[in-house]
């Protein structure tokens, strides 16, 4: 079970799926889940559905995200959305480096520091993502990956700015594979992330950000991945299609680890 400090987030990330009488259908129902008092929602939308959710939720606690964003303010970047762009269109919260976005588009852990910077300066929410792959694992390389993903995003950054950003930790290998971390793997990864972030931040950084898990998070495991200390939220993407398996996502029933265990 979470800190405290720190109040839970679910995320949904659409994709590149739905049209936009779908996507107004879905939010609808997603809102109707939506418990005052309950976690902090966001619907990560692709762009041309943003104004349409926004106003599907309007006056309800779950919040609309983008998916990406571009690090310059404005000028001749075809194709590309700045963050002033998302807000203005009813965007709180916007992903940042999401794997598919490192491994289809060339994502870098120097673009996620632009990105961030340009997120922060519009109010937005970032969700910066960090997370190995398979191979990686496999080579017990997934300390060093986490480590160099994190110091890439966050340099440059004064602890204070930071306040607002939240991390989500999501191992490629369990992105769209139904294969999800066990709790134990995803709270080691947790744990060891906000050790980095105490170690080459500050403290009380460490203890305040909320560190989201993503990886074929479903209605019948979220309850006991969240069952873990440093677990304070998940990224979901397939399941965040299905509005009753996200409603019950977002409806998760913590039972600390202590007292399962007792
Ligand atoms: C994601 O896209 O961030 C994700 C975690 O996808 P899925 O839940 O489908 O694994």
Redesign the pocket.
Known sequence: MTSPLRKPFIAG?W?MHLTLSESVALAKEVRVGCADGGPEVALCVPFTAITVVAEAVKGSPAAVGGQDLHWEAQGAYTGEVSAKQLADAGCRVV?IG???RRRYFGETDETVNKKLKSALGADLIPIV?VGETLDEREQQKTYRVLETQIKGAFMNFAPAELSRAIL?Y?PVW????GKTATPDQAQDAHTFIRKCLARGISEKLAAGMRILY????KADNIDSLMAEPDLDGA??????LKAANFVRIIQFRTQARMERKA
């Open positions: 990330n994709k992903i999401h794997s598919e993502c989500a999501e369990a992105i769209g594979t993503g990886g074929s998070v990224l979901v993407g397939g399941e965040s």
